[in-house]
């Protein structure tokens, strides 16, 4: 199948500072990119969609002020949690989608733990 | 309102026993649907899918799913569990705006 890779799959960082992380489709186009955010024990709810050179599309109630979301090429997706706080801390995970063949699967990234202090 | 559901929270069961996790969907029509499992720290692994056709889908390690349009679920099985099978596992859904509806997840705990 195809895969997604997160970088990093883990950030400890201070509040008040900002943390990119990278969301890349290794072998295949990805037409559109999800950011997922998971608190533990809980299911994954979806952040925002985002469509190569388009701006995102963020749900109901998420800031699109402190979650930045890039999708620049058809393989890269950035997420930039902006002035973070202890309660941004969070298990974020991205997903990416291509259709090939009119297969409307999604892969998901491993996933990257923030921790903010 | 488009929704998954999965009724349980939390499965204990022995292993080499049977295992049947239980979802149901709300849509006015067949959703593609999903099961996933997340081991601890992971990122999710598609077990297997439905789009269309046989309603009796066979999965990666052993696992099946029975789609049922008159309960409106998507029920998943594995006759013998592994100590391995211990994770988080979720059902999801696209509807019409193919964005995934995912359900609260179904925790499962093997014992030896």
């Known amino acids: 199948g195809a895969v997604v890779s997160q970088h990093p799959s883990w950030v400890i960082c201070k509040s008040g500072t900002s943390v990119k992380i990278e969301c890349r489709s290794l072998d295949f186009q990805a037409t559109t990119m999800f950011w997922y955010r998971q608190f533990p024990k809980q299911s994954l709810m979806l952040m925002a969609t985002s469509n190569e050179g388009s701006k995102a599309t963020y749900e109901q109630g998420v800031e699109k002020d402190k979650f930045l979301i890039n999708h620049a090429s058809l393989t890269l997706s950035t997420l930039t949690v902006t002035s973070a706080h202890p309660e941004d801390s969070s298990f974020y995970i991205c997903?990416?989608?291509?259709?090939?063949?009119?297969?409307?699967?999604?892969?998901f990234g491993p996933g990257t733990r923030l921790t903010v202090l | 309102a488009q929704s998954v559901t999965q009724p349980d929270i939390h499965i204990t069961v022995s292993e080499g026993a049977s295992l049947e996790l239980r979802c149901n969907y709300s849509y006015g029509a067949t959703p593609y649907l999903f099961w996933y499992v997340q081991s601890p720290g992971q990122g999710l692994q598609l077990l297997l899918k439905y789009f269309s056709g046989d309603t009796l889908v066979q999965g990666i390690k052993g696992f099946e799913a029975e789609f049922k349009r008159s309960q409106s679920s998507f029920n998943l099985r594995k006759p013998s569990v592994h100590w391995s099978d211990a994770a988080e596992y979720f059902c999801a859904g696209y509807f019409n705006d193919y964005k995934l509806s995912f359900g609260a997840g179904t925790t499962v705990t093997v014992r030896a």
């Open positions: 997903s990416a989608r291509g259709f090939s063949g009119g297969n409307n699967e999604q892969f």
